[in-house]
């Protein structure tokens, strides 16, 4: 089916904390992994992608792990800044029909506390 | 290098009314592939254009089509509005898109709100 889980819906943290957002999906043969980061008011920013090749990847303050087994993916956030208060969405590529599409979670609202 | 622009940003229409959103994606790219936003359900599909062709399609009512002219440009066209159309609409531009299994990455513009009242 399409559908991708994406947990918590809300998360609040103090400034220096972690932030760790979780996402099950659901097609075995979905091999490509996005997240994207949405500010108010702004589209959706891409911030980091993973393939299903790679356990992870990790781009200065942001990683993204992938466990294809358990359909897992998340990301992480450490260090957290006021600035990475924004709504997160990750997203599976779907290949249906002959074509790719991007499944999106519904959001992790993430709010950063100074 | 410029981003993926879409006008207008914000539009109030009335029931039954029609609207044309349009969408230039980043220059190079061919791909682009529009999505509806709400509350409710979060960023749905609609559709994908390449190369002037549809090549993807989501679960929405014929009320919503589009086109992609030569330059890549896209209109998103929605007829007879209904209260339930009001959402954010993106664009999302890249070089190939849905083509091939190797997917290349998406990149969104800022949106156009639509209210329908």
């Known amino acids: 089916g399409e559908n991708v889980e994406q947990h918590p819906s809300t998360l609040s943290v103090q400034e220096g904390d972690s932030a760790v957002i979780k996402c099950t999906y659901s097609d075995s043969a979905s091999n490509y992994f996005p997240w994207y980061k949405q500010e108010l008011g702004k589209g959706p920013q891409l911030i980091i992608d993973i393939r299903s090749n790679v356990g992870e990847k990790k781009d200065q303050r942001i990683a993204v792990t992938l466990n294809k087994t358990a359909k897992h993916f998340s990301l992480h956030i450490t260090e957290t800044q006021p600035e990475d208060s924004a709504v997160y969405f990750c997203?599976?590529?779907?290949?249906?029909?002959?074509?790719?599409?991007?499944?999106f979670g519904a959001g992790t609202r993430l709010a950063v506390h100074p | 290098k410029a981003g993926v622009t879409q006008t207008p940003r914000y539009l109030i229409k009335t029931r039954g009314q029609q609207v044309t959103l349009s969408c230039s994606p980043i220059?190079?790219?061919?791909?682009v592939s529009w999505y509806q936003q709400t509350p409710g359900q979060g960023l749905q599909f609609l559709f994908e254009?390449?190369?002037?062709?549809?090549?993807n399609k989501g679960n929405f009512p014929g009320r919503f089509s589009g086109r992609q002219f030569s330059n890549s440009r896209s209109e998103m066209n929605v007829s007879t509005l209904e209260l339930g159309d009001s959402a954010l609409y993106l664009c999302a531009s890249s070089l190939t898109g849905t083509g091939a299994r190797e997917w290349t990455e998406a990149f969104f513009g800022q949106g156009t709100r639509l209210t329908v009242v």
């Open positions: 254009y390449f190369s002037e062709t549809q090549r």
């Open positions: 220059s190079g790219h061919r791909s």
């Open positions: 997203a599976e590529s779907l290949f249906s029909g002959g074509y790719n599409k991007l499944i």
